[in-house]
């Protein structure tokens, strides 16, 4: 009787471990055993037998940790509403994006035939108000005028440096969450209190930091419910505007009495919009929803592993909400390029950074999205060769690569010089009033990177070189060598990489860097 009584438990906690096993083993009271699992398996005779093994460790232990872990399977009641409440959740966020993207096909019909310069704008704020995913669709459609009419792309070209801000209100509450009521000892300046540009998943204000403060940094800062609530109705700006009207003299005060005497450091302060990672993660679990059903329905789509797609940009999405990892993507980028001068990083200021703000140098420049038409062609010449360079060497030779290099996260400094030019020191001993002109880039944004792991990068290596050497059926042959799915007409796509490879090539310039 007392073995099928020890069997009945040994099911429970296997049943209990395949729903909960990932929160339990973070449990102090787990440990490693050696335990030979062929008992296990002559009792329970389960796959899963790992988790029952650990399932009779739990029953020898102490009786105050047995009580833990029934109290954890009552939890699962919680976990059952949390998951019900963000079914309710998606469910509502479906219903938004469903009801823009009806908006902006009858806004397309409507104006198409009245007012048809409205539209680009039309759909720039409804990118906006659905957020980052397709924000950072819009940014990328702005770089594609091979794909989208002109007056659309320069429409949602704003969305590279302008998209919506959240108020400075949240950013105050954020700072006082993080560093403390006395964060204005840290922050000693805020320059007019408003972003300097604005991207998908955070907001850039330029600012003035003491070094010399002390930081003590909450790794878990709480906003409040209220502000919350305020910023998700978009109250937050217009309570920002009567706040500075009632206390905008006696701000003014303070902060010239903490700036006397003080020396201040100029700093980039990016601030993560409020709500982004859930908004983040539901977007993408209805994104990954939506790319099964495609599949199920037309099993065709499989050759694109769509759901892969998905789980890729999910995990790089991820990483770009996470300050703390775009400041260790700084600082390798910075070594990586540490003897390119004409090619800088932002350095960050680590013991100034926490997961949901990211202090670092501040840079000037102007976006080299200004120079595209530009009539200076020699300088455009420049710019686009230290442009290709830059990345062929993050592919290439460090296998650190930038994902997100649109036109908003690249500045051109122009008043850049490097004294080392011999050029420069003739040129100005002929003419004392010769200015050079080196460019250089200051590349922003660093929360998306990806390495290749040793195949993927050896096949990119494969397929470049046979295209610059103008192969491209041997450049086909690699694609279709290391693809996962078979092409259905091999001789047909090979003639089409074939044409596409001659006809960018008839021009050298395309390659001649």
Not at 185 to 209: D, L, R, T
Not at 394 to 402: E, R
């Amino acid at each position: 009787m007392a073995f099928y009584t020890n069997f009945s438990k040994l099911l429970h906690l296997n049943k209990l471990f395949q729903n909960q096993g990932k929160k339990w083993q973070r449990m102090k009271y787990i440990s490693p055993i050696r335990f030979h699992q062929s008992i296990a398996r002559s009792i329970s005779n389960f796959e899963s037998s790992k988790r029952v093994v650990k399932g009779v460790f739990i029953l020898s232990y102490k009786p105050e940790h047995q009580q833990q872990i029934y109290t954890n399977d009552l939890s699962k009641k919680n976990v059952e509403c949390k998951n019900f409440f963000d079914i309710i959740l998606i469910m509502a966020r479906i219903f938004v994006i469903g009801s823009v993207l009806t908006g902006l096909a009858v806004g397309y019909i409507i104006t198409r035939f009245t007012h048809g310069h409205m539209f680009p704008i039309i759909l720039r704020k409804s990118i906006e108000f659905l957020g980052p995913i397709f924000i950072k669709f819009g940014q990328w459609a702005s770089t594609r005028k091979d794909l989208f009419p002109e007056d659309i792309c320069h429409t949602l070209s704003h969305l590279q440096k302008s998209a919506s801000v959240h108020s400075w209100i949240y950013t105050k509450q954020l700072l006082k969450a993080i560093y403390g009521s006395n964060w204005r000892n840290i922050f000693v300046k805020f320059e007019h209190e408003m972003p300097i540009g604005s991207g998908c998943c955070a907001q850039v204000y330029k600012a003035w930091i003491d070094l010399n403060a002390k930081v003590d940094i909450a790794q878990e800062p709480q906003i409040s419910t209220f502000i919350e609530i305020i910023e998700y109705l978009r109250f937050g700006s217009l309570i920002t505007f009567i706040e500075r009207i009632f206390n905008n003299n006696v701000d003014k005060i303070q902060r010239g009495n903490m700036c006397i005497n003080r020396k201040l450091q100029p700093v980039a302060v990016k601030v993560l919009h409020p709500g982004i990672k859930k908004q983040l993660r539901r977007d993408l679990s209805i994104m990954r929803g939506i790319c099964k059903c495609a599949t199920f329905i037309m099993p065709k789509l499989q050759w694109l592993s769509l759901i892969d797609c998905i789980d890729e940009f999910s995990h790089i999405m991820e990483n770009q909400v996470d300050m703390n990892l775009e400041a260790e993507n700084l600082i390798q980028f910075s070594k990586n390029f540490s003897n390119k001068k004409e090619v800088i990083f932002p350095q960050p200021y680590k013991n100034f950074t926490q997961h949901e703000i990211l202090v670092e140098s501040f840079h000037e420049g102007s976006p080299i999205s200004n120079y595209l038409d530009d009539q200076n062609t020699k300088l455009q010449g420049k710019l686009a060769r230290m442009g290709v360079k830059t990345i062929l060497k993050m592919v290439f030779n460090d296998n650190f690569i930038h994902c997100d290099l649109h036109p908003g996260n690249i500045l051109v400094q122009t008043n850049y010089e490097s004294s080392g030019k011999i050029s420069t020191w003739f040129w100005r001993f002929i003419d004392r009033n010769y200015l050079p002109t080196y460019p250089r880039l200051v590349i922003l944004d660093c929360g998306l990177v990806v390495s290749l792991n040793d195949r993927c990068r050896q096949n990119l290596k494969d397929v470049f070189r046979s295209v610059v050497m103008g192969k491209g059926e041997l450049a086909a042959e690699y694609i279709l060598e290391h693809s996962s799915h078979v092409s259905i007409d091999p001789d047909g796509f090979k003639n089409a990489i074939k044409n596409i490879v001659n006809t960018h090539l008839q021009s050298r310039t395309n390659v001649n860097f």
